[in-house]
């Protein structure tokens, strides 16, 4: 799936303009029943600064800002949760993409990273999703994981002699 899905993201960043791409804020998903942590919601904040800075910096996308649509994003449901939440937002916000990044802690010991790319509404289908493991609760292991889905999915090369399919 990720070759399909990574061909795809080349195929429409060597296509010309850059995709406009909404980067959603990370949410937590902790089912370790440890609860609210200052350190994950820094944590989460990280990623997601440094998760966009990533996708602007690579020339494949333009992120777009999602402030204007936070405040009621955060009133709920969990955008991986919902399957029209993020698409409808991306659309209202102009956006061609939507990137929701979860981050699920079963203990301080296991966590996965997960980033759903999805069409921006009418279409809303799921374009990509990507997924981490990550060891420990800390500032190093969620970096680790980000930098990893980044240099490994989302802004991995093509390997030579890969077709690109058609959009």
Known sequence: MCAA???????????????RVAVFDPELY????EGVRDDQQKRLAMIGERLRAALQDSGRFEVVDTAPVRARLQGGPSLRDCGTCAPDAAAEL????????????????????????????????????????????????????LRW???????????????QPSR
Not at 5 to 19: N, S, V
Not at 30 to 33: A, K, Q, V
Request: hydrophobic share 45%; aromatic share 2%.
């Open 5 to 19: 899905a990574c061909a795809a993201l080349l195929a429409a960043g060597g296509a010309g303009a850059a995709e």
């Open 30 to 33: 902790d089912t370790s029943g």
């Open 94 to 145: 102009g956006a061609d993409l939507a990137l929701v990044t979860t981050v699920h802690k079963v203990s301080n010991l296991i966590l996965s990273i997960t980033m759903a790319l999805r069409e921006a509404a009418p279409g809303g289908g799921t374009r990509a999703v990507h997924s981490a493991e990550i060891r420990g609760n800390t500032d190093e292991s969620w970096n680790h994981g």
């Open 149 to 163: 889905l980044l240099r490994n999915r989302l802004l991995a090369e093509q390997a030579p002699g890969q077709n």
